[in-house]
């Protein structure tokens, strides 16, 4: 940590890739005029959902899967819906800290028992990154109702293939969901994920949604404006 803090103190610049990040580090110490947010850049990939009327909705959440992440949350909420739904949960389980209560995957599937919705929850374990596209492309819906993140890859993964999102305000997501318009941003009520879920049950709403939602991240976190911010940054010394 001192280490850490004497790097920080000699460095001209610091740069941080979101606004959590930002206010992390000046919680840390580090000066604000030093700071910088650039976020993380991604490659926009190629988009081939199929177009299916009167299909189950499919959510998918993607992560490794720790208690904080607060899966249970999702498990609650597709129980309560009143529409057909698959939902996928692609990860491994890790704990965060060593003192995290290890079991967390197996308390996830007992709750599907107890919740009757086996049948329509798979845990498809954790996947490498090339195999994440087949998952991105069939979702109609990506939820991540998680306590803290810095920065959330695949909250940025699921926008760029378009998919409307439902997450809690960590990471990047409060810069690339707009209310309403490219998802939802929720505190994590149970009956609130409901609501929301519901609400994405129709499908033009979700195209309109996914469209908007590649475009910002299109804009903001494809790879050339991603350089063009750090050669600004660069030059400016």
Known sequence: MLTLKTSAKRADAIVVSSKGEYEDALEFGISRKKLHVIPMGIDLPRIERPQEEDAPLKILFVGRVARVRRVELILRAVSALSRPFTFTIVGGEEKTSSLTKPGYLDELKKLCVDLKITD?????????????????NAADVFVYPS???????????????????????????????????????????????????????????????GLKIQEKVRNKFAWKPIMDQYMELYHSF
């Open 147 to 209: 306590l803290y993140e810095n920065f959330s890859q695949p909250i940025l993964e699921a926008g760029s293939y378009g998919i409307p999102i439902i997450a809690t305000r960590v990471g990047i997501a409060p810069e690339i969901i707009e209310e309403g318009v490219t998802g939802f941003l929720v505190s994590g009520e149970t009956e609130n994920l409901t609501q929301k879920l519901e609400q994405l049950g129709d499908s033009s709403e979700r195209k309109k949604m």
């Open 120 to 136: 329509r929850v798979v845990f498809a374990g954790p996947k490498p990154p090339e195999a994440l596209a087949a998952f991105y």
